[in-house]
């Protein structure tokens, strides 16, 4: 197994702190703190707290804009690729759950420059979203909803998962995918 990088280590600490405090409520002292390091031993490794914030979101946003053009490119039915989708995201919860805080919660926080890809790459992933579900309703493989109402009912659920499923001790990964699959995909009824 591949040993963490010390910067890497920095920002997995930070994702937890962030997480739980929040981006604006974390300072390098709180993080070095949580290391058990000195603040200005920080710095050797990063250059801001910015830089981590950065680190965590782009990372985790070009993971899923990644994930998503494979899957839009396939030649996949819609509702395979929103098994796909759905898998994608509960793939990256369970390596990432902390960091994705940040990506849900922080993410007004980035510079600017950072900020607008960040943005555009959402922006093109919920369109991507939009079109896979637009044609499964056109394909009469989904039932004639609102389109709008199933993208964000869906996303709501996936994007929230990274706060439910860490309290949930009983759920195995598998069992997760089948049934999450299943209910928003197929409903309760």
């Given amino acids: 197994m591949?040993?963490?990088s010390r910067k890497q280590e920095i920002?997995?600490?930070?994702?937890i702190l962030f997480k739980e405090k929040g981006y604006s409520a974390v300072t390098m002292r709180d993080l070095a703190t949580a290391m058990g390091i000195?603040?200005?031993s920080l710095y050797n490794h990063i250059q801001s707290k910015q830089e981590i914030l950065s680190t965590i979101i782009i990372e985790l946003a070009e993971e899923f804009t990644t994930g998503m053009n494979q899957i839009v490119g396939s030649d996949k039915s819609s509702i395979q690729k929103l098994e796909?989708?759905?898998s994608l995201h509960i793939d990256v919860t369970l390596r990432n759950a902390d960091g994705l805080a940040s990506l849900n919660n922080d993410w007004m926080h980035l510079e600017e420059e950072n900020l607008l890809y960040f943005e555009k790459m959402r922006q093109d992933y919920e369109g991507n979203f939009r079109k896979i579900v637009k044609k499964g309703v056109d394909d009469n493989e989904i039932k004639s909803n609102n389109i709008e109402i199933i993208v964000?009912?869906?996303l709501s659920t996936l994007r929230t998962l990274y706060l439910w499923y860490p309290k949930q001790k009983n759920i195995d990964a598998n069992i997760l995918k089948?049934?999450?699959i299943s209910v928003l995909l197929k409903g309760v009824v």
Wanted: aromatic residues 4%; charged residues 25%.
């Fill in 2 to 4: 591949k040993q963490e």
């Fill in 11 to 15: 920002v997995n600490a930070a994702a």
């Fill in 38 to 40: 000195k603040a200005a």
């Fill in 84 to 86: 796909n989708i759905i």
């Fill in 152 to 154: 964000f009912s869906m």
């Fill in 178 to 180: 089948r049934d999450m």
